[in-house]
């Protein structure tokens, strides 16, 4: 009897180490690129280079300063301040679930976590380094970095570069994951008490008259919140450039400093979107369609920060892409965006859905 309890609760502790390295509930499964493996080594590392201060010009500043754990890996914020209170143009968006995008970035303009994790030490007004040389220096002379690189890469000290760095950013966030909310728990998980009747008349809204999912996705068997794909939906409407004068500044602004400095710098070369990388008028004033998971732990929204609430971004798309009825429609909108004459309790119970998108591990106490 001893013997077949033994042998049960091994098969258990097995099972729970499986299913412990399955995607959570809602989520498909972290997409890993071939030449940059997940090893428990690489991750560490990674873990270590996010959180590490002296990698900006003060010391003073690191990927968590904005992309903060007690803040749903971001950092509250209209838009992010780097070295010295240096304000950006951009609210910094969840790392939370970033593994799962096809581009990175508000405006798409990186492919992947690995090149993504680059820039900000460069930008002047994140990390504001020159080049990648002083984080080379540290990690090359560190003793603990030493044997962390060549425990996770196999490479001596001198060996070290800026790819081995990238990946093991990347491999960290790989693992920052989040699923197996009370939605996930309601839709995938049948269990039918998972949401409040108000959330599920909110997840009605959400696929119905709302027409939201048109765009943040729902799969039969995993909702990432987003169609990978870039919309112009009003927000930026009052900064776009107003005439082909201010259309050409902001351009060549582009072509001098590339589109991370350009856009990160100037509000209005910012409100390009997706134009600062194709040109092409389509993806003018378009943005990367967000995920929205742990939505409620990632205020003020939208690229700009420029709306405080979930109840203000209701009432954004309630208005078909303004915030008041009085403001003007902004141009170039995407064809999805329209009035939706929803009643403020319709406009209620679609908050309250969005409430429900929230990650146990982060719920706040
Ligand atoms: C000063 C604040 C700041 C710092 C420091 C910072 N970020 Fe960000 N992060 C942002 C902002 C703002 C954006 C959006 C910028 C844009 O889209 O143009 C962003 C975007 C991202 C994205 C894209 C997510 C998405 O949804 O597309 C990832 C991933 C990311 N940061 C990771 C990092 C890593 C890794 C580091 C450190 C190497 C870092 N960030 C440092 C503010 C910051
Ligand atoms: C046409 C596509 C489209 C539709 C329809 C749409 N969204 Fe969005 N959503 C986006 C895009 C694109 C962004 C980012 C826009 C930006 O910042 O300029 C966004 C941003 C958001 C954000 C802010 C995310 C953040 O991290 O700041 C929330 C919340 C949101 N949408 C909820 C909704 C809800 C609720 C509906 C339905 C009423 C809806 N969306 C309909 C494309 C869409």
């Given at each position: 009897?001893?013997?077949?309890?033994?042998?049960?609760?091994?098969?258990?502790?097995?099972?729970?180490?499986?299913?412990?390295?399955?995607a959570?509930?809602?989520l498909p499964k972290v997409p890993?690129?071939?030449?940059?493996?997940?090893?428990?080594?690489?991750?560490?590392?990674?873990?270590?280079?996010?959180?590490?201060?002296?990698?900006?010009?003060?010391?003073?500043?690191?990927?968590?300063?904005?992309?903060?754990?007690?803040?749903?890996?971001?950092?509250?914020?209209?838009?992010?301040?780097?070295?010295?209170?240096?304000?950006?143009?951009?609210?910094?968006?969840?790392?939370?679930?970033?593994?799962y995008?096809?581009?990175?970035?508000?405006?798409?303009?990186?492919?992947?976590?690995?090149?993504?994790?680059?820039?900000?030490?460069?930008?002047?007004?994140?990390?504001?380094?020159?080049?990648?040389?002083?984080?080379?220096?540290?990690?090359?002379?560190?003793?603990?970095?030493?044997?962390?690189?060549?425990?996770?890469?196999?490479?001596?000290?001198?060996?070290?570069?800026?790819?081995?760095?990238?990946?093991?950013?990347?491999?960290?966030?790989?693992?920052?994951?989040?699923?197996?909310?009370?939605?996930?728990?309601?839709?995938?998980?049948?269990?039918?008490?998972?949401?409040?009747?108000?959330?599920?008349?909110?997840?009605?809204?959400?696929?119905?008259?709302?027409?939201?999912?048109?765009?943040?996705?729902?799969?039969?068997d995993h909702?990432l919140?987003?169609?990978?794909?870039?919309?112009?939906?009003?927000?930026?409407?009052?900064?776009?450039?107003?005439?082909?004068?201010?259309?050409?500044?902001?351009?060549?602004?582009?072509?001098?400093?590339?589109?991370?400095?350009?856009?990160?710098?100037?509000?209005?070369?910012?409100?390009?979107?997706?134009?600062?990388?194709?040109?092409?008028?389509?993806?003018?004033?378009?943005?990367?369609?967000?995920?929205?998971?742990?939505?409620?732990?990632?205020?003020?929204?939208?690229?700009?920060?420029?709306?405080?609430?979930?109840?203000?971004?209701?009432?954004?798309?309630?208005?078909?892409?303004?915030?008041?009825?009085?403001?003007?429609?902004?141009?170039?909108?995407?064809?999805?965006?329209?009035?939706?004459?929803?009643?403020?309790?319709?406009?209620?119970?679609?908050?309250?859905?969005?409430?429900?998108?929230?990650?146990?591990?982060?719920?706040?106490?």
């Amino acid at each position: 009897m001893r013997k077949i309890l033994f042998g049960l609760s091994i098969f258990i502790l097995l099972a729970a180490w499986a299913g412990a390295a399955e995607a959570p509930l809602g989520l498909p499964k972290v997409p890993v690129p071939k030449d940059n493996p997940q090893t428990p080594e690489k991750i560490q590392l990674g873990e270590k280079l996010f959180n590490d201060e002296r990698f900006s010009t003060t010391g003073k500043v690191s990927c968590a300063t904005c992309h903060a754990k007690d803040k749903g890996f971001s950092d509250a914020l209209p838009v992010s301040e780097g070295i010295d209170q240096l304000k950006g143009t951009r609210n910094a968006p969840t790392v939370l679930n970033a593994a799962y995008f096809r581009s990175q970035f508000w405006d798409g303009r990186e492919p992947s976590l690995e090149e993504q994790s680059a820039q900000p030490f460069l930008n002047p007004v994140e990390m504001g380094l020159k080049n990648h040389e002083p984080i080379l220096k540290i990690v090359r002379t560190d003793p603990e970095y030493v044997r962390m690189f060549e425990k996770a890469f196999g490479v001596k000290a001198r060996q070290i570069t800026m790819k081995e760095v990238k990946k093991a950013i990347a491999s960290f966030e790989r693992t920052l994951v989040a699923g197996d909310s009370p939605f996930d728990r309601y839709l995938y998980g049948g269990d039918k008490k998972a949401i409040s009747a108000a959330a599920v008349r909110g997840l009605e809204i959400f696929r119905g008259q709302g027409r939201c999912v048109s765009c943040h996705t729902i799969e039969q068997d995993h909702a990432l919140f987003t169609n990978h794909l870039f919309h112009n939906i009003g927000v930026a409407a009052q900064r776009m450039p107003a005439n082909l004068d201010e259309l050409r500044a902001a351009v060549k602004e582009v072509k001098e400093k590339g589109v991370d400095v350009a856009v990160l710098s100037n509000p209005k070369t910012e409100s390009l979107g997706r134009y600062a990388v194709t040109r092409e008028l389509s993806d003018m004033g378009a943005f990367k369609t967000s995920t929205l998971r742990n939505i409620d732990l990632t205020a003020p929204y939208m690229h700009d920060g420029s709306l405080k609430t979930l109840e203000e971004v209701v009432q954004f798309y309630n208005n078909g892409g303004r915030l008041k009825e009085t403001d003007p429609i902004p141009e170039l909108l995407d064809g999805g965006i329209r009035p939706l004459n929803l009643t403020p309790e319709q406009q209620a119970d679609l908050v309250e859905f969005l409430k429900a998108l929230t990650s146990p591990q982060f719920v706040k106490k």
